[in-house]
C-alpha cells in the first residue's frame, strides 16, 4: 500500500472550553491508490488531526506516555515514571492536579462519569483512587501483584452503595465500600488467566483473558457469556492487547489482534426464560470481521467505526511503518473502508502494536490517539474545515454548495462571497471564462458593490463578454455606467452581433447613450464587415436618445423592417409623410396597416403622395376602401384596379355608383375590357350595343340570352336573333334555349332556306318541348287565376251581404247628427253603403244610389 503525505493546516477549535485556536502543521496520508498530483482524485478526509502541544510536549520530552483516559473536562495521561498528569484540551497541565501515584508505568486509568475520581493501577501492584475536589473517599490499596488494568463504576460519584470498583490481575476482583466504610472484596473471577482489558458500561462489565472475551450483567451479578478468541497463526494472543469499548449501554466493540467484534446485549424472549434458568439478558454477536492490519485501539463514530491500526508489514530496514486511523463501516462478516489516514507520530518506527493506545469522548466524536512521544487529537470535519479542504482541493462547487444549504451561522470562517471569489479566480486562471461569468451570478446576485470590485478582473483578459449575460441590469441594481460601457466597446470591437443584441436588450439607462454613439461612429470609419449590423445598432441608440429622424432614416437606408416598429412604438405617423414611399418600397403591407391605423396624415395628402407610384397607390387604395366604403376615390380605383387587379374590377364596378360611367367605359374600351364594358353599356342604357358585344366580341350564347332575359325587351329579342340567325351554330344555341322565354316562330321564319344548321332535329324537339310546356304552364296558371277570381268573388259579395253594426258615437255623413237616438220619437231610418259610410234616410238626396262621400256630385 504505497503512502501519500499531505501537508494541511489545521485549524482546532476546541468548542465550550477556553476559546483558544491552534495552528498546527499535520501530515496525513491517504491509503488510496491514487495521484496526488490531480486533486479530482481526492477523497474528502473525515477527521482533522491536531497534536497536542504546550506542556504535553515538555512531560514526553523526559517521559514516555503509557496509557490516557479522556473526559470532557480533563485529559488523564499516564507516564512510564508513574505519574498522572491532568491536562486541558489545549495540552496544558492544570496546576496541583499532576499526580505521583506509582513508582513504575502506569497500565491503565478510569474516570467516573462525572468527572470527580481518577482510578490507576500499575505494574506495582497499587491501586490507586482520587477524588479531584476533596480527600475523602480517596483509596490507596496494594495489591502485591501486577495490576494490569481498573475500572471505576460509572457513578462513583454518587452517595450509597455505588462506591466500587474492580481490578484485573490474575483473577478479576469487584471491591465495594461497606456500610462501615471498609472495602469488601468478591472475586468475580480466577480461573480463565490473566485478566489483560477491562470496559465498565453502565450495567454490563466487559473484560478478557486468556481465553477470550466474557459480558457481566453487574445487576443481576451473572456471566452472560464468553466470547472465546482463537490462536493466532502469527503468534500467541498474550502479546497483543484487546481492545474494549461500551458504543453505547448495549453495544460492545471488541478489537484483538486483527479481529474485530460487534456485540450487542438483548433480552432473551419470555419463551426462553419460562423454559430453562437463563439470564435475562444475552450476547449476540451481530458482526465479525478480519481486517489487514493489528488493532491498537477501536471507538464508535455514528453508524461506522475508528479502529487504530498497526501495518502488520515492516519498512525494508525492518522498522514499523506509521500507524494508521481506520473509518469503515461493517456488515455481517466483511468491511469497507470509507477513509484511512497515515499518522507521522513522533518515533513511530520504533514502537509496537502494543504501545498505542485510543480513547474517544462519544459525545463530541473526539478521538485522541497517544504514542509513547506524542499524543494526537483527531475530531470530524466541521463545516469550516470540509469548506476549506474543498478549497485547497480546488471543488469549490462543493464548498459553495456547504454555504448555500446551511445555517451561515455554523459556519465561521468562510462566506458565499469570500469563497465565491476564490473560485473565481481560479475559473478565470483555467480560461473558463463562461463558468466564471454564470458563478458570478451565483454569488453576487444584485451586489452592485461586489460586482463592480470583480468584473475588471475580466476586463483584464478582455472576457467581459463571458460575464455581460449575468450582469445586473434592473435600474435599481445597476452598476456604474462605465462597466456596461466597457462590455458595450469591448462587443463593438470583437463581436458585431453581441453588439446588436445588447443594444437591443439593455435599459438605455443603464449607460451613456451618447458615449456609445461616438464609439460606434469612429469605429465605422475604419469598419470593413458587418456595417449594416452597427448600423442598425446605431439606429436603435439614436431612438433610445429620441432622435427619431436619424433613425428613421437609418433603418429604411438598411430597408430594415424594424422601422415599424419604431413607428409605432413610438407615436411616429406625422414623421413619415416625406418617406411613405421608401416605406411602401421595404413592405407595403405594414406600411398600409399604419396608415390606416392613424389618420395622424390625410388621405389626401397620402393620394397625393403615392400618386407617383401608381402600384402602391394601388395598394392603399384598395385597403382605404375596405375600411371606407363611401365612394372616395371610387374615380382612381376603376382605372387602378384595370392596371393592378382586372380580376377585382367588375364585382367593383357593379358594387359602387361613385364613379363616372363614361370614364370607366373609356377604360374598359381602351383595354378591351368587354364583360365590363356590357355592363357599363348595360347601366347607361345602350342595351344594343351590349348586345353586338357579348355576341361578336365574346361569343357567348349563354351571357347573350340572360342579358336578353334581364332586361326583358321584345326588341333586344328580336335584335339577338337577327345578329344570330346568319350563323347557324348560334342558332342551334337560339332554338334550344329561348323557347321558354318568347316565340320561337320568329326565328324559324328567319332562318334562311338551304341554311344547314347542326343538330337542326334535336333542336326542333327541344324547342318544341320548350314552348308546350311554357303554353301548359300558362294554360294552368290561367286555370289557377280564374278559378281564384271567382272564389275571391263569392267572398267579397258574402262579405257585402252581411250586417254592419252601428255605435252610438255614428254620425250621418250628410247631417253628422248621431244616427242613434235616446229619444224614439227623434230616431229615423238610416241607410248603410257597402263603404260603411250611413245616412239619415231623409238626407239622401232622391233617386241617389251612391255614397256621397265616395262619390262627388257630378260622379252621380
Known amino acids: 500500500m504505497s503512502d501519500v503525505n499531505l501537508n494541511v493546516s489545521v485549524i482546532y477549535f476546541v468548542p465550550n472550553r477556553s476559546q483558544h485556536i491552534l495552528e498546527v502543521n499535520f501530515s496525513l496520508q491517504d491509503c488510496n491508490n ?5 486533486s479530482e482524485d481526492e477523497i474528502e478526509p473525515k477527521l482533522k488531526y491536531v497534536r497536542l502541544s504546550n506542556d504535553v510536549q515538555k512531560i514526553l520530552l523526559t517521559s514516555s506516555a503509557t496509557c490516557i483516559a479522556v ?9 512510564h515514571w508513574g505519574v498522572i498528569h491532568i491536562l486541558d484540551y489545549q495540552g496544558n497541565s492544570i496546576e496541583g492536579k499532576d499526580l505521583k501515584a506509582h513508582a513504575v508505568s502506569v497500565n491503565h486509568i478510569s474516570i467516573d462519569t462525572n468527572g470527580e475520581f481518577i482510578a490507576t493501577c500499575s505494574d506495582d501492584g497499587r491501586v ?42 490474575d483473577k478479576l476482583t469487584l471491591y465495594e465500600r461497606t456500610f462501615l466504610g471498609n472495602l469488601k472484596s468478591t472475586v468475580l473471577c480466577d480461573s480463565e488467566g490473566l485478566v489483560r482489558s477491562l470496559c465498565w458500561g453502565e450495567n454490563f462489565l466487559a473484560w478478557s483473558s486468556n481465553i477470550g472475551v466474557r459480558v457481566y450483567d453487574m445487576t443481576a451479578r451473572c456471566s452472560l457469556g464468553l466470547i472465546k478468541w482463537e490462536e493466532h497463526p502469527s503468534g500467541s494472543i498474550e502479546k497483543f492487547r484487546c481492545n474494549l469499548r461500551w458504543a453505547d449501554s448495549r453495544t460492545l466493540l471488541i478489537g484483538w489482534v486483527d479481529t474485530v467484534r ?11 426464560l419460562a423454559n430453562r434458568d437463563l439470564p435475562e439478558y444475552l450476547v449476540d454477536p451481530v458482526s465479525t470481521f478480519q481486517t489487514e492490519f493489528y488493532i491498537s485501539g477501536i471507538a464508535p463514530l455514528d453508524q461506522q467505526l475508528v479502529l487504530l491500526g498497526f501495518p502488520k508489514e515492516l519498512d525494508e530496514n525492518q522498522k514499523s511503518l506509521r500507524p494508521q486511523l481506520y473509518i469503515v463501516e461493517y456488515r455481517d462478516n466483511d468491511y469497507t473502508d470509507i477513509c484511512t489516514d497515515s499518522l507521522s ?64 451561522r455554523d459556519i465561521q470562517r468562510h462566506t458565499v462571497q469570500s469563497v465565491g471569489i476564490d473560485y473565481l479566480d481560479f475559473l478565470l486562471s483555467r480560461g473558463s471564462y463562461d ?36 450582469i445586473p441590469r434592473a435600474i435599481e441594481s445597476k452598476l456604474n455606467p462605465h462597466v456596461y460601457e466597457m462590455i458595450l466597446y469591448e462587443y463593438l470591437k470583437l463581436d458585431s452581433q453581441g453588439f446588436l443584441s445588447l443594444v437591443k436588450e439593455w435599459n438605455p439607462g443603464l449607460y451613456n447613450i451618447a458615449a456609445v454613439i461616438n464609439a460606434v461612429l469612429e469605429h465605422l470609419l475604419n469598419c470593413e464587415i458587418d456595417k449594416n449590423v452597427y448600423l442598425e445598432a446605431l439606429a436603435i441608440l439614436y431612438s433610445y436618445e429620441k432622435k427619431y429622424d436619424k433613425s428613421l432614416s437609418m433603418y429604411l437606408k438598411l430597408e430594415h423592417k424594424d422601422v415599424f416598429t419604431l413607428i409605432q412604438k413610438h407615436n411616429l405617423y406625422s414623421a413619415i409623410h416625406d418617406m411613405l414611399l421608401d416605406l411602401m418600397d421595404l413592405d407595403y403591407k405594414q406600411t398600409v396597416v399604419l396608415l390606416l391605423q392613424k389618420n395622424t396624415i390625410s388621405s389626401d395628402k397620402i393620394v397625393e403622395k403615392l400618386r407617383r407610384n401608381e402600384l402602391h397607390l394601388y395598394r392603399y387604395l384598395d385597403e382605404y376602401d375596405k375600411k371606407n366604403p363611401k365612394g372616395k376615390y371610387h374615380k382612381d380605383l376603376v382605372r387602378l384596379y384595370a392596371v393592378f387587379a382586372r380580376e377585382k374590377l367588375l364585382p367593383f364596378l357593379k358594387k359602387s355608383d361613385h364613379y363616372p360611367i363614361q370614364e370607366a367605359l373609356d377604360i374598359c374600351q381602351k383595354q378591351k375590357y368587354y364583360p365590363e364594358m356590357v355592363y357599363l353599356l348595360g347601366r347607361i342604357g345602350d342595351t344594343k350595343e351590349a348586345l353586338a358585344l357579348i355576341v361578336n366580341e365574346l361569343k357567348d350564347m349563354q351571357h347573350a340570352i340572360a342579358f336578353c332575359q334581364e332586361h326583358d325587351d321584345p326588341d ?25 322565354y318568347v316565340d320561337p316562330t320568329s326565328l324559324i321564319l328567319k332562318i334562311k332556306k338551304d341554311t344547314q344548321i347542326p343538330g337542326l332535329k334535336n333542336s326542333l324537339v327541344k324547342m318544341l318541348n320548350q314552348y308546350n310546356l311554357q303554353v301548359s304552364v300558362q294554360e294552368g296558371c ?10 275571391l268573388q263569392k267572398r267579397l259579395v258574402k262579405v257585402h251581404q252581411k250586417g254592419h253594426a252601428l255605435t252610438n258615437e255614428a254620425v250621418c255623413g250628410a247631417c253628422h247628427r248621431k244616427l242613434i237616438e235616446r229619444d224614439p220619437s227623434r230616431c229615423a231610418n238610416i241607410t248603410v253603403f257597402n263603404c260603411k259610410h250611413a245616412f239619415h234616410v231623409q238626407c239622401i238626396p232622391n233617386n241617389r244610389t251612391k255614397c256621397g262621400i265616395c262619390y262627388s256630385t257630378d260622379q252621380i
Not at 149 to 169: E, H, Q, S, V
Not at 262 to 272: A, G, P
Open 34 to 38: 491514487s495521484d496526488t498530483e490531480s
Open 71 to 79: 473526559h470532557p473536562k480533563f485529559i488523564c495521561l499516564g507516564s
Open 128 to 169: 490507586f483512587i482520587h477524588s479531584l475536589f476533596s480527600k475523602e473517599n480517596n483509596v490507596h490499596l496494594n495489591l502485591g501483584r501486577l495490576v494490569k488494568t481498573i475500572a471505576l463504576d460509572p457513578c462513583y460519584f454518587k452517595f450509597g452503595t455505588n462506591k466500587r470498583f474492580i481490578t484485573g490481575d
Open 262 to 272: 460487534v456485540c450487542v446485549i438483548r433480552k432473551r424472549s419470555s419463551i426462553e
Open 345 to 408: 507520530l513522533r518515533g513511530y518506527e520504533e514502537y509496537g502494536v502494543n504501545d498505542y493506545h485510543l480513547d474517544v469522548l462519544l459525545d463530541e466524536n473526539r478521538f485522541f490517539i497517544v504514542a509513547p512521544k506524542d499524543v494526537v487529537v483527531a475530531s470530524p470535519y466541521d463545516l469550516d474545515d470540509r469548506i476549506q479542504w474543498f478549497i485547497q482541493h480546488n471543488k469549490f462547487d462543493e464548498a459553495l454548495d456547504i454555504l448555500m444549504q446551511n445555517n451561515v
Open 435 to 470: 463558468n466564471a461569468g454564470r458563478l458570478c451570478l451565483r454569488i453576487f446576485g444584485q451586489n452592485p458593490v461586489l460586482w463592480e470590485d470583480q468584473i475588471y478582473k475580466f476586463a483584464s483578459v478582455h472576457q467581459l463578454r463571458s460575464v455581460s449575460p449575468y
Open 716 to 740: 333586344l329579342w328580336e335584335d339577338l336573333i337577327n345578329r344570330c340567325v346568319n350563323t347557324p351554330e348560334f342558332v342551334t344555341f337560339l332554338l334550344q334555349s329561348i323557347g321558354t
Open 782 to 791: 290561367k286555370k289557377i287565376l280564374v278559378s281564384d277570381y271567382f272564389n
